[in-house]
């Protein structure tokens, strides 16, 4: 018996193109993606040059050496290398600028502006964004925000339960952070049952700042996060059941770590700088930080022993983001533009992030990089440094803070 082959039905016309479709798919998605590609690179050429000879007006919080230190290294690098001028308009409160725009904006001023850059995060942002102050959306074509961490630092992208919507670009990160002594605690608790079990096994050894301190109130908050099965609420406008529900938790877990805590819980330091002594002298195991480098500053100042440790809990903690934003009528905004991307870039991000100029951690994801700009980071690593970066949980929605200090206060303030 012979065999026969079977032969497979020719294709219909309809059939042939769609595998024609298919087969020209990628080729053509490909071909877009290069042109738009280029349209960017072309786009960002023209910032580049209409922003050489501007003079860009940054107002930005001057109440640190360290930090006047740095714009003014920023100012020298912007003129060297894109022939723009970099002034720092030294202020003492955000809402300084705010208010000088919003005047400006009053006033029939909807160009040339006195506000170029400014140093912004929180309820400065959003009184801005809503009143139509900023200009943008300009952080997504910045070519060095490509670089940013948007997946682990979520808080690149919402200021405060707002999202940012591009109408400011990330600057760097502050994020709740512990530390210890390794001679007196090996390994240290990373969650808040941890912390509970910890404080038991060492009675009157742990605190923490009696709110309204920042410090002591986030510590508070970070409980709140940990403590809750159900974390959506917390990022919508409190409301008294929501406060009542889902704080009931964290009272819970408050109730039972307090009486193992410094003076059984019935006092409380008055800052996190008060903490930080005590655990200096040997009375507290623990001090606790929104800035992740504090600890790497008090040991390379002396106040701190190089064999403090600073960590996280392992499944994260509150952290935040601070940004550089354009008002609406800033006179160089192509100038302005260029002085965010480069603080963006990972040569000004690793200064920034080392402590021996600032200390600021980044905003950049290192995966994101190319080996040698990674290593920028890890060049001048110092005792004290967080000994790996754990995911930034957001902040809770700002209406949060005074209904949770107040009910803090009349649990435990006494």
Do not use: C
């Amino acid at each position: 018996m012979t065999g026969t082959r079977a032969t497979r039905p020719a294709p219909s016309r309809r059939q042939a193109l769609a595998a024609l479709g298919l087969g020209l798919a990628a080729p053509l998605r490909a071909r877009a993606d290069a042109a738009s590609d280029a349209a960017s690179s072309a786009a960002w050429r023209l910032v580049e040059t209409q922003s050489r000879g501007q003079t860009v007006y940054f107002n930005a919080w001057a109440g640190s050496e360290h930090i006047n230190n740095y714009v003014q290294w920023a100012a020298a690098e912007l003129e060297k290398r894109y022939g723009v001028r970099l002034i720092h308009v030294k202020i003492a409160d955000t809402s300084e600028a705010v208010k000088r725009v919003r005047s400006e904006k009053a006033a029939g001023k909807l160009e040339g502006g006195t506000v170029d850059l400014i140093w912004i995060n929180g309820e400065n942002f959003v009184a801005m964004k809503r009143a139509g102050l900023l200009f943008g959306p300009f952080a997504g074509s910045l070519p060095n925000f490509a670089y940013v961490d948007v997946v682990g630092k979520p808080t690149t992208l919402v200021d405060f339960s707002e999202p940012v919507q591009g109408m400011e670009a990330p600057w760097g990160m502050a994020q709740f952070t512990f530390f210890a002594d390794r001679k007196r605690v090996p390994e240290a608790p990373r969650s808040s049952q941890a912390l509970l079990a910890f404080a038991r096994a060492q009675p009157g050894r742990v605190t923490y700042p009696r709110l309204p301190d920042f410090v002591g109130t986030t510590f508070v908050k970070q409980t709140l996060l940990d403590a809750s099965t159900d974390r959506a609420p917390l990022y919508q406008p409190v409301t008294p059941g929501a406060l009542a529900r889902v704080g009931a938790p964290l009272w819970s877990y408050l109730d039972a770590l307090h009486p193992h805590l410094w003076r059984a819980g019935r006092q409380f330091p008055q800052s996190a700088p008060a903490v930080l002594q005590m655990m200096a002298d040997g009375e507290l195991l623990l001090g606790l930080t929104f800035n992740p480098n504090e600890a790497a500053n008090e040991i390379a100042a002396g106040r701190l022993a190089k064999s403090v440790y600073s960590y996280q809990y392992d499944s994260g903690t509150i952290g935040n983001t601070h940004f550089l934003a354009i008002p609406f009528n800033a006179t160089a905004k192509a100038g302005a533009q260029v002085a965010a991307n480069f603080l963006l870039s990972p040569r000004a991000q690793a200064r920034k992030a080392d402590i021996r100029y600032w200390g600021d951690p980044t905003v950049l994801a290192m995966n994101k990089l190319p080996t040698d700009e990674r290593a920028l980071f890890t060049a001048h690593t110092m005792p004290g440094q967080v000994d790996h970066v754990r995911p930034a949980l957001p902040e809770p929605h700002a209406s949060w803070v005074e209904p949770l200090t107040r009910e803090w206060l009349r649990r435990y303030g006494q």
